[in-house]
Protein backbone atom coordinates (compact mmCIF):
# COMPACT_ATOMS: atom_id res chain seq x y z
CA UNK A 1 0.00 0.00 0.00
CA UNK A 2 2.84 2.35 0.95
CA UNK A 3 4.89 1.48 -2.11
CA UNK A 4 1.22 2.56 -4.32
CA UNK A 5 1.27 5.80 -2.26
CA UNK A 6 4.91 6.47 -3.59
CA UNK A 7 4.03 5.57 -7.22
CA UNK A 8 1.00 7.85 -7.08
CA UNK A 9 3.26 10.83 -5.82
CA UNK A 10 5.50 9.92 -7.98
CA UNK A 11 3.21 10.45 -11.16
CA UNK A 12 1.47 13.21 -9.63
CA UNK A 13 5.00 15.26 -10.00
CA UNK A 14 6.14 13.80 -12.78
CA UNK A 15 2.53 15.25 -14.54
CA UNK A 16 2.86 18.49 -12.97
CA UNK A 17 6.58 18.92 -14.63
CA UNK A 18 5.88 17.94 -18.05
CA UNK A 19 2.39 20.31 -17.53
CA UNK A 20 5.29 22.99 -17.18
CA UNK A 21 7.18 22.14 -19.18
CA UNK A 22 4.82 21.62 -22.12
CA UNK A 23 2.50 24.79 -21.19
CA UNK A 24 3.43 28.35 -21.29
CA UNK A 25 3.09 30.94 -18.40
CA UNK A 26 0.58 32.76 -17.76
CA UNK A 27 1.37 36.21 -16.17
CA UNK A 28 -1.01 38.24 -14.16
CA UNK A 29 -2.84 40.67 -16.30
CA UNK A 30 -2.90 43.86 -14.91
CA UNK A 31 -6.40 44.47 -16.02
CA UNK A 32 -7.50 42.04 -13.24
CA UNK A 33 -6.95 44.97 -10.47
CA UNK A 34 -9.92 47.23 -12.49
CA UNK A 35 -12.97 46.52 -10.82
CA UNK A 36 -16.10 47.54 -11.91
CA UNK A 37 -16.86 49.08 -8.65
CA UNK A 38 -14.94 51.70 -7.34
CA UNK A 39 -17.06 53.64 -5.38
CA UNK A 40 -15.92 55.45 -2.51
CA UNK A 41 -18.47 55.83 0.84
CA UNK A 42 -17.38 57.04 3.91
CA UNK A 43 -14.08 57.51 3.13
CA UNK A 44 -13.52 53.88 2.30
CA UNK A 45 -12.07 53.07 -1.53
CA UNK A 46 -13.60 50.57 -3.79
CA UNK A 47 -16.09 49.99 -0.04
CA UNK A 48 -18.74 47.25 -1.27
CA UNK A 49 -15.74 45.25 -2.82
CA UNK A 50 -14.55 46.07 0.83
CA UNK A 51 -17.07 45.92 2.92
CA UNK A 52 -18.39 42.08 1.18
CA UNK A 53 -15.58 40.49 2.87
CA UNK A 54 -16.97 40.58 6.07
CA UNK A 55 -18.92 37.64 6.13
CA UNK A 56 -15.77 35.47 5.79
CA UNK A 57 -14.51 36.58 8.95
CA UNK A 58 -17.59 36.00 10.97
CA UNK A 59 -18.29 32.17 9.72
CA UNK A 60 -14.49 31.03 10.40
CA UNK A 61 -14.96 32.70 13.66
CA UNK A 62 -18.15 30.46 14.42
CA UNK A 63 -16.42 27.81 12.53
CA UNK A 64 -13.24 27.63 14.67
CA UNK A 65 -15.52 28.29 17.85
CA UNK A 66 -17.51 25.16 16.96
CA UNK A 67 -14.36 23.00 16.06
CA UNK A 68 -13.15 23.31 19.79
CA UNK A 69 -16.68 23.42 21.91
CA UNK A 70 -16.91 20.32 23.64
CA UNK A 71 -16.49 18.78 19.99
CA UNK A 72 -19.75 19.91 18.74
CA UNK A 73 -18.66 18.74 14.98
CA UNK A 74 -18.20 15.36 16.07
CA UNK A 75 -14.59 15.31 14.80
CA UNK A 76 -13.41 11.63 15.28
CA UNK A 77 -11.22 11.17 12.44
CA UNK A 78 -7.32 11.88 12.71
CA UNK A 79 -6.81 14.39 11.54
CA UNK A 80 -9.95 16.49 11.21
CA UNK A 81 -9.40 18.62 13.79
CA UNK A 82 -6.06 20.18 12.32
CA UNK A 83 -7.85 20.45 8.71
CA UNK A 84 -11.12 21.85 9.60
CA UNK A 85 -8.78 24.31 11.80
CA UNK A 86 -6.64 25.07 9.38
CA UNK A 87 -9.65 25.72 7.02
CA UNK A 88 -11.42 27.88 9.37
CA UNK A 89 -8.61 30.05 9.72
CA UNK A 90 -7.79 30.58 5.91
CA UNK A 91 -11.89 31.78 5.60
CA UNK A 92 -11.39 34.63 8.75
CA UNK A 93 -8.18 35.71 7.59
CA UNK A 94 -9.92 36.08 3.73
CA UNK A 95 -11.73 39.05 5.14
CA UNK A 96 -8.75 40.84 6.08
CA UNK A 97 -6.33 39.77 3.01
CA UNK A 98 -9.30 40.43 0.25
CA UNK A 99 -10.24 44.14 2.38
CA UNK A 100 -6.75 44.80 2.37
CA UNK A 101 -6.41 44.43 -1.51
CA UNK A 102 -9.28 45.71 -2.38
CA UNK A 103 -8.71 49.15 -0.79
CA UNK A 104 -5.84 49.40 -3.15
CA UNK A 105 -5.74 46.37 -5.99
CA UNK A 106 -2.23 45.71 -7.25
CA UNK A 107 0.02 42.26 -7.13
CA UNK A 108 1.63 42.97 -4.29
CA UNK A 109 -1.78 43.15 -1.91
CA UNK A 110 -3.16 40.53 -4.27
CA UNK A 111 -0.80 37.40 -2.28
CA UNK A 112 -2.54 38.67 1.18
CA UNK A 113 -5.88 38.23 -1.18
CA UNK A 114 -5.02 34.50 -2.47
CA UNK A 115 -2.86 33.40 0.40
CA UNK A 116 -5.63 32.70 2.73
CA UNK A 117 -7.55 31.23 0.08
CA UNK A 118 -5.02 28.72 -0.67
CA UNK A 119 -5.07 27.84 2.85
CA UNK A 120 -8.44 26.72 2.48
CA UNK A 121 -8.57 24.80 -0.24
CA UNK A 122 -5.73 22.85 0.26
CA UNK A 123 -6.48 22.34 3.92
CA UNK A 124 -10.85 20.50 1.97
CA UNK A 125 -8.20 18.87 -0.17
CA UNK A 126 -6.84 16.89 3.06
CA UNK A 127 -9.80 16.74 4.70
CA UNK A 128 -11.44 14.38 1.48
CA UNK A 129 -8.58 12.30 1.84
CA UNK A 130 -9.12 11.50 5.46
CA UNK A 131 -12.43 11.46 5.08
CA UNK A 132 -12.55 8.94 1.95
CA UNK A 133 -9.52 7.46 1.82
CA UNK A 134 -7.11 7.06 4.58
CA UNK A 135 -7.27 8.56 7.90
CA UNK A 136 -3.34 8.69 8.28
CA UNK A 137 -2.58 9.66 4.96
CA UNK A 138 -4.66 12.93 5.24
CA UNK A 139 -3.31 13.68 8.24
CA UNK A 140 0.30 13.87 7.06
CA UNK A 141 -0.83 15.29 4.01
CA UNK A 142 -2.25 18.76 5.66
CA UNK A 143 0.83 20.71 5.84
CA UNK A 144 2.37 19.51 2.31
CA UNK A 145 -0.65 20.43 1.07
CA UNK A 146 -0.87 24.02 2.56
CA UNK A 147 3.19 24.84 2.05
CA UNK A 148 2.55 23.61 -1.59
CA UNK A 149 -0.11 26.20 -1.93
CA UNK A 150 1.82 28.94 -0.34
CA UNK A 151 4.94 27.82 -2.63
CA UNK A 152 2.14 28.21 -5.82
CA UNK A 153 1.76 31.95 -4.13
CA UNK A 154 5.64 32.45 -3.77
CA UNK A 155 5.94 31.45 -7.56
CA UNK A 156 3.67 33.63 -8.81
CA UNK A 157 4.66 36.46 -7.11
CA UNK A 158 8.66 36.15 -8.21
CA UNK A 159 8.36 34.43 -11.63
CA UNK A 160 4.68 35.91 -12.56
CA UNK A 161 3.56 32.74 -13.25
CA UNK A 162 -0.10 31.55 -12.78
CA UNK A 163 0.18 28.09 -13.45
CA UNK A 164 0.56 26.54 -10.02
CA UNK A 165 -1.72 28.71 -8.00
CA UNK A 166 -4.12 27.87 -11.06
CA UNK A 167 -3.56 24.18 -10.44
CA UNK A 168 -4.02 24.81 -6.45
CA UNK A 169 -7.29 26.60 -7.07
CA UNK A 170 -8.97 24.56 -10.07
CA UNK A 171 -7.96 21.40 -8.62
CA UNK A 172 -10.06 20.95 -5.71
CA UNK A 173 -12.86 22.51 -8.01
CA UNK A 174 -13.35 19.07 -9.55
CA UNK A 175 -11.77 16.74 -7.41
CA UNK A 176 -14.01 17.32 -4.50
CA UNK A 177 -17.70 17.22 -6.26
CA UNK A 178 -16.72 14.10 -8.02
CA UNK A 179 -15.02 12.30 -4.74
CA UNK A 180 -18.63 13.42 -2.64
CA UNK A 181 -20.46 11.81 -5.35
CA UNK A 182 -18.11 8.52 -6.27
CA UNK A 183 -17.01 7.67 -3.07
CA UNK A 184 -18.83 6.45 0.48
CA UNK A 185 -18.76 9.00 3.07
CA UNK A 186 -17.67 8.61 6.86
CA UNK A 187 -20.13 10.64 7.66
CA UNK A 188 -24.20 11.63 6.19
CA UNK A 189 -24.79 15.07 4.55
CA UNK A 190 -22.76 14.70 1.80
CA UNK A 191 -25.33 16.69 -0.84
CA UNK A 192 -23.90 19.75 1.56
CA UNK A 193 -20.34 19.38 0.20
CA UNK A 194 -22.11 19.87 -3.78
CA UNK A 195 -24.28 22.76 -2.53
CA UNK A 196 -20.67 24.12 -1.40
CA UNK A 197 -19.04 23.48 -5.03
CA UNK A 198 -22.34 25.18 -6.89
CA UNK A 199 -21.78 28.22 -4.82
CA UNK A 200 -18.07 28.43 -5.74
CA UNK A 201 -19.06 28.20 -9.27
CA UNK A 202 -21.71 30.71 -9.44
CA UNK A 203 -19.04 32.67 -7.25
CA UNK A 204 -16.48 32.44 -10.31
CA UNK A 205 -19.08 32.85 -13.10
CA UNK A 206 -19.79 36.44 -11.09
CA UNK A 207 -16.39 37.27 -10.87
CA UNK A 208 -15.89 36.70 -14.58
CA UNK A 209 -19.22 38.81 -15.10
CA UNK A 210 -18.20 41.48 -12.63
CA UNK A 211 -18.45 44.77 -14.99
CA UNK A 212 -21.81 43.32 -16.74
CA UNK A 213 -23.74 42.75 -13.88
CA UNK A 214 -22.84 46.24 -13.03
CA UNK A 215 -24.22 47.32 -16.19
CA UNK A 216 -27.77 44.88 -15.35
CA UNK A 217 -27.91 46.87 -11.77
CA UNK A 218 -27.95 50.17 -12.98
CA UNK A 219 -24.45 50.42 -10.68
CA UNK A 220 -25.97 48.83 -7.28
CA UNK A 221 -23.74 46.12 -7.01
CA UNK A 222 -21.15 44.78 -9.07
CA UNK A 223 -20.19 40.58 -9.72
CA UNK A 224 -17.19 41.02 -7.84
CA UNK A 225 -19.03 42.25 -4.86
CA UNK A 226 -21.83 39.11 -4.76
CA UNK A 227 -18.73 36.92 -5.79
CA UNK A 228 -17.50 38.16 -2.51
CA UNK A 229 -20.93 37.15 -0.56
CA UNK A 230 -21.14 33.87 -3.03
CA UNK A 231 -17.86 32.03 -2.20
CA UNK A 232 -18.97 32.68 1.36
CA UNK A 233 -21.67 30.78 1.52
CA UNK A 234 -18.96 27.73 1.10
CA UNK A 235 -17.79 27.82 4.30
CA UNK A 236 -21.46 28.40 5.63
CA UNK A 237 -22.84 25.44 3.60
CA UNK A 238 -19.62 22.91 5.13
CA UNK A 239 -20.46 24.73 8.57
CA UNK A 240 -24.19 23.06 8.43
CA UNK A 241 -22.78 20.05 7.06
CA UNK A 242 -20.63 19.39 10.33
CA UNK A 243 -23.30 20.64 12.35
CA UNK A 244 -25.96 18.50 10.90
CA UNK A 245 -23.93 15.78 10.31
CA UNK A 246 -23.40 11.99 12.39
CA UNK A 247 -21.87 9.08 11.23
CA UNK A 248 -23.55 7.33 8.53
CA UNK A 249 -24.86 3.63 9.34
CA UNK A 250 -23.85 2.10 5.56
CA UNK A 251 -21.60 4.19 3.61
CA UNK A 252 -23.01 4.46 0.32
CA UNK A 253 -22.10 6.74 -2.59
CA UNK A 254 -24.07 9.81 -3.54
CA UNK A 255 -24.15 8.46 -6.96
CA UNK A 256 -25.56 4.91 -5.65
CA UNK A 257 -28.13 6.79 -3.56
CA UNK A 258 -29.49 8.33 -6.22
CA UNK A 259 -29.42 5.21 -8.42
CA UNK A 260 -31.81 3.45 -5.65
CA UNK A 261 -33.67 6.89 -5.83
CA UNK A 262 -34.19 6.54 -9.26
CA UNK A 263 -35.15 3.08 -9.60
CA UNK A 264 -37.62 3.33 -6.54
CA UNK A 265 -39.11 6.33 -8.03
CA UNK A 266 -39.52 4.39 -11.54
CA UNK A 267 -40.82 1.31 -9.46
CA UNK A 268 -43.50 3.73 -7.46
CA UNK A 269 -44.54 5.41 -11.33
CA UNK A 270 -45.13 1.57 -12.93
CA UNK A 271 -47.32 0.70 -9.61
CA UNK A 272 -49.05 3.76 -10.02
CA UNK A 273 -49.70 3.21 -13.42
CA UNK A 274 -50.97 -0.14 -12.94
CA UNK A 275 -53.15 0.72 -10.25
CA UNK A 276 -54.85 3.04 -12.96
CA UNK A 277 -55.31 0.44 -15.67
CA UNK A 278 -56.81 -1.62 -12.94
CA UNK A 279 -59.30 0.68 -12.41
CA UNK A 280 -60.07 1.47 -16.10
CA UNK A 281 -60.60 -2.40 -16.57
CA UNK A 282 -62.73 -2.49 -13.76
CA UNK A 283 -65.31 0.14 -15.03
CA UNK A 284 -64.86 -1.49 -18.09
CA UNK A 285 -65.89 -4.36 -16.97
CA UNK A 286 -68.61 -3.22 -15.26
Request: proline share 5%; glycine share 4%.
Amino acid sequence: MEKRSIWAWIVAILCFIILMIVTPSIPQSQDYHNFADHRVFLGIPNMLNVVSNFPFLVIGIIGLILCYRGNYFQLSLEGELLGWTCFFIGVAAVAFGSSYYHLKPNDSRLVWDRLPMTIAFTSIIAIFVIERIDEKKGKASIIPLVMAGVVSILYWRFFDDLRPYALVQFLPCIAIPLMAILMPPMYTHSTYWLWAAGFYLLAKLEEAEDKTIYSWTHHVVSGHTLKHLAAAMVPVFLTLMLAKRSIAPERQSLLKTWKISWTNYKDSRVDVKSSNYSQIDVSIAE
